[in-house]
């Protein structure tokens, strides 16, 4: 009876722990970012890996789950210009933007 309810709990946690990790879409155009659908291509990021946004990317998705400090970077390879992005994830346009990092 004691590993039922330990699984049972166990089960009811995942959802939410699932719900807490980083993500990081990447669309052709902004509708398919607002709408997630046609996914370019898709990351769970880890904490202090760059991500290079690609060149047929024109926004992006990300949310940072339970990490803090997602970054944007003008060059590839998290170099150039570092701007912060906010905590509450969304959609926004690639713009300058070629690669992404969190911690």
Known sequence: MKCFIALFAVAALLPSALADRPKLNQYASM???THDQNILFHAAPVSSKCYNLDD???AFFWAPGTLWNPRVYTG???NGIEDPL???GRCIEKG???SYKIW
Do not use: L, Q
Request: charged fraction near 35%; charge should be negative; hydrophobic fraction near 20%.
């Open 56 to 58: 047929a990317t024109v």
């Open 86 to 88: 906010s905590r509450n």
């Open 76 to 78: 590839k390879d998290c």
């Open 96 to 98: 300058i933007y070629n």
């Open 31 to 33: 509708d398919d970012c």
